[in-house]
């Protein structure tokens, strides 16, 4: 059972990861959670590009773009909290359910 | 410079000068005034005179037969245009008939203008207060420019410009008191009647143009010849000629060319059934009846058959024939009971054209030629006679208010007199041919008639082997044969002209006159006898005109009263009974001749020519000393009988019971203006009232009404059915669908992000399960 650690164990714990992200971003009403979702699943990603570039492809390229897929994911956090102040600004509260006055 | 440039300069410096007096009329004649505007005009017609003396003496009297020839090649000809393959050039026809024509004209033109100064001074010619003197004299310097021009036309075009400026010249004349109403209606009648005969003139030319492909008078007779001889030319029997679409036969399209050149002569020389307009023509000033209306103008017509003449085919040639016929008798029985001095003059004018006419359609070139120069003088002078009578008595024109004038006015009465003997051709046979006495007519028209005999009798005579032997005689004399025109002549009814020339060939062919004679069987032979009756008929009338003008009592007191005459118009009648006389006997008839030895050498149909003359005199000579020289005897004794004590006898004659009815027919000119009137002024308003119906029916209710109803019945089907119904229910359709659409997937857009995650992660499920598991 406890056989050496491959390939398919870090894609069953990317994909365990990316249903948590998922599930966090569908569930949580507070925009910081869904944010935290956004981060989980982003990370999900890096587990499968770097268990790829270590079992699959080989060479650096995987590394390297899970270092970028981290620079991206602080920049995009750094705009979506800024979003997110400008939502509690416009409505007095970070419920995403709340900033749906675009609907119709 | 060579005779013939010589010459053709002179007519044609003889032709502009009036021109350029004309422009000068046009333009100062204003301030010229009353007597001083005719002076240019006289003075330019002198000049062309003179040019017109000097050519004649040079021509005739200085040129030998052959530097005659020769000049003629060399007179001036200048190009002009190319049309399509055409080459158009004017220059001078320089013959003897140009120079006999055109002396004729110069000369009488010149009495008449002399004339007109005198005669129109005495008119009150002032509308709104300004004279019109200056204009007549401008109108006659342009229409002897014109006359001049169509003379000396060597080509068919230019002949036909001048031909339409005369008559121009002849509308701007008629009408020339165009302030009263008969006057103006009579000009247009004129020019409108003129246009129906140029119409045909015109096509025929189109016709020359056509199929000669030359409308020089020289170019289109040699083109004709070349065509018409043998078996392929384009003019001969079997050959199929496409005229528009339709295919005839060669020979009949050279008849219809001649006919339809010909159809001008009958517009021009108002001939039957275009004769209307002549009679009416005399609401001009008289001096222009005498001048355009019967001396010249309508003389062209003649004029143009005779150059014509060698495109005649033998029916074409009968046509004219039969026209000149028909309008010589039917003239001259309306002439009988005229009672406007002028208006009988003007229907012997049309019945001595008939004469002219009539002997062009039968062969008579030099008859009928020398009948229109010496018809010039008489009729001028006749003319300006009754223009004296007429302006003598205060413009009273009716000769039932006239009678024994020759006491007031006695120059006149026996001037009149010398024109009434000319035109009943008086005269008294002499031994053989020659004759001892005559005048005018009896030269010119008796030799028509002669002609005409000759032609209806002679030849059948001949070939019954009557006068056979006449013919042989004549045929084999070698004198009359080393002028060659016996045997052309009589060859010429042959097929094979210009083969046989010798005495030998001549005897041949006139012996076979029976079997050849192409021109016979197209004249019928009644039409002689319509000649000779009218020959016995115009002694009569003309007569009755003098009688009842100059002799017996005055009917009417205050118009004979007034009546008096004036030197200054009475000289030019002199000299045109001078003109008369010297016609008669000199110069002319040795021109025309001249120049019809040309004309025979290329038509057959031309017959008499000297040497061939004796001929002809020595077979009609007899028969017509009996069947017309007493015509005029009988004539004026009947005319004496009838009216020398005034009107009455003539009266009752009238009343008798068939001669009223057929007098009534004479009286309103065989209903030919009725039936003008009738057919195509009636058929016009009729055809204009169907044009109206048409219109007001066909074209306003069918079509434009219709066509209204139609496309409002389709912008109505369009608008409210297509439109509205169709297009518009699809495209609201369309939008309706397109917003269901919308609305169904506005439904979706909760604008909740989390069912957007959502949305998004079922949507990467299903395509991740669909590319594993597809």
Redesign the interface.
């Known amino acids: 059972m406890f056989t050496a650690i491959g390939l398919t164990h870090y894609l069953l714990l990317a994909a365990m990861l990316f249903c948590i992200g998922?599930w966090v971003?569908?569930?949580?009403?507070n925009a910081i959670g869904?944010l935290i979702g956004v981060e989980l699943i982003l990370n999900a990603s890096n587990i499968n590009l770097l268990a790829f570039a270590r079992y699959s492809t080989g060479g650096m390229n995987g590394h390297l773009i899970a270092l970028f897929v981290i620079v991206l994911a602080a920049a995009e956090a750094a705009i979506a909290i800024a979003i997110v102040v400008n939502l509690y600004k416009n409505f007095m509260s970070v419920d995403?359910?709340k900033?749906?006055?675009?609907?119709? | 410079m060579d005779a013939g440039q010589q010459i053709s300069g002179l007519l044609i410096i003889g032709a502009v000068v009036p021109l350029l007096m004309f422009v000068l009329l046009a333009f100062l004649g204003p301030r010229l005034g009353k007597p001083f505007a005719s002076f240019p005009a006289i003075f330019g017609i002198l000049v062309s005179f003179g040019c017109a003396a000097l050519a004649l003496q040079r021509w005739w009297y200085v040129l030998t037969d052959d530097e005659r020839v020769e000049a003629a090649a060399s007179a001036y000809s200048w190009p002009w245009v190319v049309l399509g393959d055409i080459p158009i050039r004017f220059g001078v026809q320089l013959d003897s008939l140009t120079i006999a024509m055109y002396f004729m004209v110069t000369l009488v033109s010149s009495c008449i203008f002399i004339f007109s100064r005198g005669y129109m001074s005495g008119h009150s010619d002032e509308v709104d207060g300004v004279s019109k003197y200056h204009r007549f004299f401008a109108y006659l310097s342009l229409f002897a420019f014109s006359m001049l021009g169509l003379v000396i036309s060597d080509s068919l075009l230019f002949l036909f410009i001048f031909w339409e400026l005369v008559g121009l010249c002849s509308y701007l004349l008629i009408g020339y008191y165009f302030d009263r109403k008969y006057a103006s209606n009579a000009a247009i009648k004129a020019f409108v009647v003129n246009r129906v005969g140029d119409f045909g003139f015109i096509i025929g030319l189109g016709l020359v143009a056509l199929f000669l492909k030359d409308l020089s008078i020289g170019g289109a007779i040699a083109a004709f010849q070349s065509q018409s001889s043998g078996e392929t030319g384009l003019f001969a029997r079997d050959t199929a000629i496409n005229l528009f679409g339709w295919y005839v036969r060669g020979d009949i399209v050279a008849t219809l060319m001649g006919v339809f050149l010909f159809c001008g002569c009958i517009g021009k020389s108002a001939q039957v059934p275009l004769q209307v307009w002549l009679p009416d023509a005399m609401a001009g000033p008289t001096p222009v009846s005498a001048l355009i209306h019967a001396a010249t103008m309508v003389a062209a017509g003649v004029y143009l058959v005779a150059r014509i003449f060698p495109l005649l085919t033998p029916g074409a040639q009968a046509v004219v024939a039969m026209v000149g016929g028909v309008t010589l008798i039917l003239a001259a029985l309306m002439a009988i009971v005229q009672t406007d001095i002028k208006k009988a003059l003007a229907y012997s004018t049309l019945s001595q054209l008939g004469y002219m006419v009539f002997g062009m359609g039968m062969g008579a070139w030099v008859g009928a030629l020398f009948h229109l120069i010496t018809h010039a003088f008489f009729k001028a002078m006749l003319f300006l006679g009754s223009g004296q009578v007429i302006e003598g008595c205060h413009h009273e024109q009716d000769m039932r208010k006239m009678g024994g004038l020759w006491r007031k006015m006695p120059v006149t009465a026996f001037t009149f007199l010398v024109g009434v003997l000319a035109i009943s051709g008086v005269g008294w046979p002499g031994k053989n041919t020659t004759p001892f006495f005559g005048l005018g007519g009896y030269y010119s028209k008796d030799e028509i008639l002669a002609v005409a005999w000759f032609q209806t009798y002679g030849l059948s005579a001949a070939s019954d082997g009557h006068h056979a032997g006449n013919f042989r005689e004549r045929a084999t004399d070698p004198l009359t044969n080393a002028h060659g025109y016996d045997s052309v002549i009589l060859a010429g009814y042959s097929a094979e002209e210009g083969q046989h020339q010798t005495a030998h060939a001549g005897l041949e062919t006139a012996s076979g006159l029976k079997s050849d004679a192409s021109l016979q069987p197209w004249i019928p032979k009644w039409l002689v006898w319509l000649a000779i009756i009218t020959a016995w008929i115009t002694p009569f009338y003309m007569m009755r005109v003098w009688w009842l003008t100059f002799m017996g009592k005055p009917r009417d007191e205050p118009v004979y009263h007034h009546a008096h005459e004036s030197p200054g118009m009475y000289i030019p009648l002199v000299i045109l009974a001078i003109g008369t006389f010297a016609a008669s006997w000199f110069l002319f008839r040795g021109l025309i001749v001249d120049a019809a030895q040309h004309v025979a050498h290329i038509s057959k149909l031309v017959v008499p020519l000297d040497g061939h003359e004796h001929l002809i005199h020595a077979f009609s000579g007899p028969a017509l000393n009996k069947l017309v020289w007493p015509a005029f005897i009988v004539g004026f004794i009947a005319a004496f009988f009838i009216y020398r004590r005034g009107l009455k006898l003539a009266e009752r004659i009238i009343d008798l019971p068939v001669v009223e009815q057929f007098y009534w027919i004479l009286w309103q000119k065989f209903y030919f203006d009725e039936a003008y009137n009738k057919l195509v002024l009636a058929g016009t308003i009729l055809f204009s009232r169907i044009c109206g119906w048409f219109d007001k029916w066909v074209v306003d209710f069918v079509l434009v009404e219709g066509c209204a109803r139609v496309v409002k019945g389709l912008a109505f089907f369009s608008g409210q059915r297509l439109d509205a119904g169709g297009i518009d229910q699809v495209a609201e359709n369309l939008g309706r669908t397109a917003f269901r659409i919308g609305d169904l997937f506005r439904a979706v857009q909760t604008g909740r992000i989390r069912n957007y995650v959502i949305y998004t992660a079922a949507t990467l499920a299903v395509v991740i399960s669909v590319m594993v598991w597809w």
């Open positions: 998922l971003m569908a569930s949580k009403r869904v995403v359910d900033a749906a006055t675009m609907k119709n």
